[in-house]
């Protein structure tokens, strides 16, 4: 090459751009990883500030209000309308949550405003959590008034009452509405994320259970249909569901 040659020119023209493209592999490089630490940054303070939430469905009911299956229509329809609140059998409650030896783990507990809640909770208080048991009404049972249910229904069984019950609660007859027991559920989740405990239990009831496993389902309740209610497995006594939020 003679100097300043055309050639010489294009030579160095090339080698520039080459060096050029290293660079800018090597600036995209830690743009990416300067990306990727941020949202993993984003990520563990998300972790740290997030709850563990354990619903636990209520203690079985003493006496005849055991088995719901043999109770007749005016025994449902109170149950159901809470003119009679059974206690919980006691003995058996305390014979099953000592085999759920995990809740030692969590820091407070808390209960719906209803005595079957609040004396499952106790029990739960006393086996194995130090701190005071706490008591809300955004954990209450879904209200029911008179003429939820009819005669006829029970006499289909339970497959049958609980359509019933949640097609009328689905479209507001004869009881809270459902978009009002969705918002309930929401104002529960910001009281939930103002407390200071990191891990607690909350002790529901069978009706409002549902909401919980909607939730847990399809992470929001924006889009709630009638088939997605019925679709949801019934909670059974003692039945756990863990949200983190």
């Known amino acids: 090459f003679t100097l300043f040659s055309e050639e010489m020119f294009y030579y160095w023209f090339i080698k520039v751009l080459e060096v050029e493209s290293h660079l800018n592999t090597i600036m995209h490089f830690l743009i990416l990883k300067e990306i990727e630490l941020y949202i993993l940054n ?29 109770l007749n ?45 609040i004396q499952t909770a106790n029990i739960i208080a006393q086996l194995y959590l130090k701190s005071p048991l706490l008591k ?44 009002d027991s969705v918002l309930r559920f ?9 407390l200071p405990q ?15 496993s909607l939730y847990q389902l399809k992470s929001n309740l924006n889009k709630v249909s009638l088939n997605d209610l019925l679709s949801v497995k019934p909670a059974k006594n003692f039945d756990l569901i863990k949200l983190r939020i």
């Open 42 to 70: 984003l990520f563990i303070r998300k972790l740290i500030r997030m709850k563990e939430i354990l619903f636990i469905r209520h203690g079985l009911l003493e006496g005849k209000f055991v088995d719901y299956t043999m």
């Open 198 to 212: 990191k891990k607690i239990i909350c002790v529901t009831h069978g009706w409002y259970m549902r909401i919980i």
């Open 73 to 117: 229509f005016d025994d449902i329809e109170a149950l159901l309308v809470k003119s009679v609140c059974p206690n919980i059998d006691a003995t058996i409650t305390k014979k099953k949550l000592r085999n759920v030896v995990f809740l030692k783990n969590y820091e407070v507990v808390i209960s719906s405003t209803q005595n079957r809640s």
């Open 136 to 179: 809300t009404d955004l954990l209450n049972e879904v209200h029911f008034f008179k003429g939820i249910i009819a005669k006829k229904d029970v006499l289909g069984g339970m497959d049958n009452i609980r359509l019933t019950v949640l097609t009328n609660w689905y479209e507001g007859l004869h009881c809270e509405k459902f978009t």
């Open 186 to 194: 929401r104002l529960l989740m910001k009281f939930l994320k103002s």
